[in-house]
């Protein structure tokens, strides 16, 4: 066996056994599947089974629908990371690759749906007692049995005794939407009231017993019974209220006339004048308004200054407005007819003209017609026909009588020209009450001079609110009777004051709607009280709520120094006017015809 001796050109490198020799022109080995250092990286995401943070939030919006709405929020730890590491002397690594596909769930929405049903009421506290002290606030509380409705609060807060009502707001939902019932209960202070009886109320002193029928005699005591039926109903005011009244008891007031301003030291009154426009109840500014009334003319003359021209074409706006004057609280109603300017040197004034709101029916604003009543008819439909559609009402407080078909005409007169020709005839008067639209018809004389005496005036003065007096005398002859006479289908009467001879005769009067005799009477009557010697007074008074505007026809008693007397009211003028410094003076003129005889 020869020995080989194998020399090496390399330093050995560290090499261990076993030492495999390759030589040339063999194949090489297959290289070893030596594979580099692995590190396998696994990431995963994913959801803890419990979760960690819930969160139930439930907002209820209002009494008409329910919402839910439930907010989940959760977390995850943070991502895991696996690494593994094999070293390379090892044999051949096996490489493991694990995938999975993690998905999250959804998210689970779960409704809960209850329907809301009322339940009986099982507890219900009902306290009424008014005659105890005022309750100032009440609570009631009401359980329900079903666990999901928690209480029931009912609260009502009055004051006593000023509320007389109660109601109660339950409020709850259910499938079909929301529910609400208002339950309305009377308590509080009973109202004023009348309580009648025919109880027996025996009379204070002695009384007399009368039987009808015989008495049976009879041993011992006599039984009496009486029955209620007989007697008279007597009916008393109860005030109402409880133990405590709600107001104090006082006295009747008298609505009796005469109306009579106290008598004092001084007068204190806040004078007050305004204007509005009816249409819109806009105020306009004025600083001064005049009124004269009349009992011969059917409308008030009306003069009104007004601040600027806006304020003066306020009331022309689209045509004449209708304002409202009030004068220390009393209303006065016109129509805006004429406006007027007026420049002077470093001043310019604007005024309106206006009448009476009845002034509606007249030129020119209505225009003119003829006229024939071609049926008979009352003096009162003859006047009542004039105002029908316009809005007006008529008054008629004078005796009524028909008018034959044809008596009663007139050619190119308006509305309330007619109505003043009638009114006229038969010895009247009107006034227009504009605040209601009534038209009052009256007698010029509503108390004849000759009974002027026994009659009780409608407004009392004396001279302590007089702030000034003015005395004329007019002088006219003394007539007793006076014959009265109508047309074709007119009579003729004579008609004579009581008490005397007739004796002195006033010139013949002749109208064709004296158709009646009570026609008659009521002309006849006018034209004796005009006659006769009379003082025409004029006094100056103030506007007041103890003394209200004295307006034509109604009765005025004076007391003035040692004179005592009661006399006729025959115009009314009144005037307001506000100075540049805001003071206000209010102050009412009466024309007064006081008779002698």
């Known amino acids: 066996m020869t020995a080989i001796q194998l020399r090496f050109q390399y330093l050995n490198g560290g090499t261990t056994s076993p030492l495999v020799l390759r030589f040339d022109g063999e194949p090489p080995p297959p290289e070893p599947d030596l594979l580099p250092n692995t590190i396998m990286v696994l990431a995963a995401r994913y959801g803890r089974a419990a979760i960690q943070q819930a969160q139930l939030h439930a907002r209820w919006r209002s009494a008409n629908d329910l919402h839910c709405r439930m907010q989940i929020r959760y977390s995850a730890e943070s991502p895991t990371t696996l690494q593994l590491t094999a070293p390379w002397r090892l044999p051949q690594l096996e490489g493991i690759q694990a995938v999975q596909n993690w998905q999250r769930s959804p998210i689970l929405g779960q409704n809960l749906q209850t329907n809301w049903t009322q339940l009986p009421l099982q507890q219900h506290a009902r306290m009424t007692n008014w005659r105890v002290a005022p309750i100032n606030q009440q609570h009631w509380l009401a359980n329900w049995r079903r666990s999901a409705i928690k209480e029931r609060i009912i609260s009502t807060s009055y004051t006593y005794p000023g509320i007389v009502d109660q109601r109660f707001d339950l409020v709850w939902s259910s499938g079909?939407?929301?529910?609400?019932?208002?339950?309305?209960?009377?308590?509080?202070?009973?109202?004023?009231?009348?309580?009648?009886?025919?109880?027996?109320?025996?009379?204070?002193?002695?009384?007399?017993?009368?039987?009808?029928?015989?008495?049976?005699?009879?041993?011992?005591?006599?039984?009496?019974?009486?029955?209620?039926?007989?007697?008279?109903?007597?009916?008393?005011?109860?005030?109402?209220?409880?133990?405590?009244?709600?107001?104090?008891?006082?006295?009747?007031?008298?609505?009796?006339?005469?109306?009579?301003?106290?008598?004092?030291?001084?007068?204190?009154?806040?004078?007050?004048?305004?204007?509005?426009?009816?249409?819109?109840?806009?105020?306009v500014n004025i600083f001064s308004a005049s009124l004269s009334f009349s009992r011969s003319n059917w409308a008030a003359t009306i003069s009104l200054a007004c601040g600027s021209r806006g304020d003066k074409d306020m009331l022309f706006a689209g045509g004449p407005q209708l304002f409202k004057l009030v004068v220390n609280g009393y209303e006065f109603f016109g129509l805006a007819e004429q406006p007027t300017v007026s420049h002077q040197f470093g001043q310019t004034a604007w005024t309106v003209n206006a009448r009476s709101s009845i002034a509606a029916l007249a030129s020119p604003h209505v225009a003119p017609r003829s006229y024939t009543n071609s049926t008979a008819k009352g003096v009162a439909a003859l006047i009542s026909d004039e105002l029908a559609g316009t809005g007006w009402t008529l008054d008629y407080q004078m005796t009524a009588y028909n008018v034959p078909a044809g008596a009663f005409s007139y050619q190119n007169k308006t509305k309330m020209e007619a109505i003043a020709q009638v009114v006229s005839a038969i010895g009247g008067m009107v006034y227009a009450d504009g605040a209601t639209n009534t038209l009052i018809v009256r007698p010029r004389w509503p108390v004849v001079p000759w009974a002027i005496a026994a009659a009780t005036p409608d407004i009392a003065v004396h001279d302590d609110v007089i702030l000034q007096y003015n005395s004329t005398p007019a002088v006219n002859p003394l007539y007793n009777k006076v014959?009265?006479?109508?047309?074709?289908?007119?009579?003729?009467?004579?008609?004579?004051?009581?008490?005397?001879a007739g004796d002195v005769i006033a010139p013949d009067v002749v109208d064709a709607l004296i158709t009646d005799n009570q026609a008659a009477r009521m002309r006849g009557t006018a034209e004796l009280a005009d006659s006769g010697y009379k003082d025409e007074i004029s006094i100056v008074l103030p506007v007041m709520a103890t003394l209200p505007p004295c307006l034509p026809g109604s009765l005025l008693g004076v007391v003035w120094q040692t004179d005592s007397y009661k006399a006729t009211v025959d115009s009314l003028g009144i005037r307001a006017e506000r100075t540049n410094d805001g003071a206000t003076t209010v102050r009412q003129t009466v024309g007064v015809l006081r008779s002698y005889e």
């Open 483 to 500: 014959f009265v006479r109508g047309e074709q289908q007119g009579v003729m009467c004579g008609v004579r004051r009581t008490g005397t």
């Open 176 to 283: 079909g939407g929301s529910v609400t019932r208002y339950y309305r209960l009377p308590y509080g202070p009973r109202p004023p009231s009348y309580i009648c009886t025919q109880n027996y109320r025996p009379p204070t002193g002695k009384f007399k017993m009368k039987f009808f029928d015989p008495a049976t005699p009879q041993a011992g005591s006599v039984t009496l019974r009486f029955s209620n039926a007989n007697n008279p109903i007597i009916c008393d005011l109860d005030i109402g209220g409880g133990l405590i009244p709600p107001s104090p008891d006082v006295p009747t007031i008298d609505t009796t006339k005469p109306i009579r301003p106290p008598r004092r030291r001084s007068y204190i009154m806040q004078p007050e004048l305004r204007c509005y426009r009816v249409s819109d109840n806009q105020e």
